[in-house]
């Protein structure tokens, strides 16, 4: 299991927990330290342990505060994505990191109380295609499976080479449409409760950098497809 850590937005999602949607953001306090510090701290505690922090706006200095993850317990790999900011393109950007593991997405200026251990639980306990953390737009849990939709789904209202930001709303919608399970996250009594409304239109969660086509592991840089 990995995390998947998206850093560095441009304001142009919508934050409900959080008062800032650009890099600003992830340094704004949340129990008494910056928000990405207490979503690294999070992951670490749910026991997952490679974290791949997404970069954007601030990259040089989440580089300094974060290293290489050591004083949170786990272990960052440092991944820039595609220039167009959407989150199929950063996943496409990280899919050699990803391989084939499990993984959740996480904004690093989304406070999320109480973390995501319960939801982490639900999940590896049903193992859907993904399962969303209710109220929280960006944290996600996604098996292998959500690889295709990457490469195959388009922004909502689009059809074939449609222009855009694919979101992950529109990803879910991508899996859901093959037959396969996307859950809400929330603690259910029996697997047909965990079903969620692809309709709703989330597909503005998404997040914005400018940065170059090229993906970092550790500092040392390597072509970014």
Same mark, same amino acid.
């Given at each position: 299991?990995? /995390?998947?850590?998206?850093?560095?937005?441009?304001?142009?999602?919508?934050?409900?927990?959080?008062?800032?949607?650009?890099?600003?953001?992830?340094?704004?306090?949340?129990?008494?330290?910056? =928000?990405?510090?207490?979503?690294?701290?999070?992951?670490?505690?749910?026991? !997952?342990?490679?974290? +791949? !922090?997404?970069?954007?706006?601030?990259?040089?200095? !989440?580089?300094?505060?974060?290293?290489?993850?050591?004083?949170?317990? !786990?272990?960052?790999?440092?991944?820039?994505? $595609?220039?167009?900011?959407?989150?199929?393109?950063?996943?496409?950007?990280?899919?050699?990191?990803?391989?084939?593991?499990?993984?959740?997405?996480?904004?690093?200026?989304? #406070?999320?109380? +109480?973390?995501?251990?319960?939801?982490?639980?639900?999940?590896? %306990? $049903?193992?859907?295609?993904?399962? /969303? =953390?209710?109220?929280?737009?960006?944290?996600? #849990?996604?098996?292998?499976?959500?690889?295709?939709?990457?490469?195959?789904?388009?922004?909502?209202?689009?059809?074939?080479?449609?222009? +855009?930001?694919?979101?992950?709303?529109?990803?879910?919608?991508?899996? /859901?449409?093959?037959?396969?399970?996307?859950? %809400?996250?929330?603690?259910?009594?029996?697997?047909?409760?965990?079903?969620?409304?692809?309709?709703?239109?989330?597909?503005?969660?998404?997040?914005?950098? %400018?940065?170059?086509?090229?993906?970092?592991? $550790?500092?040392?840089?390597?072509?970014?497809?």
């Amino acid at each position: 299991m990995k /995390a998947l850590v998206l850093s560095g937005g441009s304001g142009t999602r919508p934050r409900p927990r959080s008062s800032a949607g650009s890099s600003a953001g992830q340094w704004a306090p949340a129990a008494g330290k910056p =928000v990405l510090f207490d979503v690294l701290e999070g992951i670490a505690d749910t026991g !997952i342990l490679d974290v +791949g !922090i997404v970069l954007g706006e601030g990259a040089d200095e !989440i580089r300094a505060a974060v290293g290489d993850g050591t004083r949170f317990g !786990i272990s960052v790999t440092y991944l820039p994505p $595609h220039r167009s900011p959407d989150p199929a393109r950063s996943l496409r950007c990280a899919r050699d990191w990803l391989g084939e593991d499990d993984f959740v997405t996480y904004p690093g200026d989304t #406070f999320v109380p +109480g973390g995501i251990g319960e939801q982490l639980e639900e999940f590896r %306990t $049903h193992r859907p295609a993904a399962q /969303a =953390v209710p109220d929280h737009p960006g944290v996600y #849990f996604f098996t292998e499976a959500v690889h295709r939709a990457v490469e195959s789904a388009t922004p909502t209202g689009g059809g074939p080479g449609a222009s +855009g930001a694919a979101g992950f709303g529109d990803l879910l919608r991508w899996l /859901a449409d093959q037959g396969l399970e996307v859950a %809400t996250g929330a603690p259910t009594t029996g697997a047909d409760d965990t079903r969620t409304d692809t309709s709703t239109d989330t597909s503005t969660d998404t997040f914005g950098a %400018t940065v170059t086509d090229t993906a970092v592991d $550790h500092g040392r840089p390597r072509t970014c497809s």
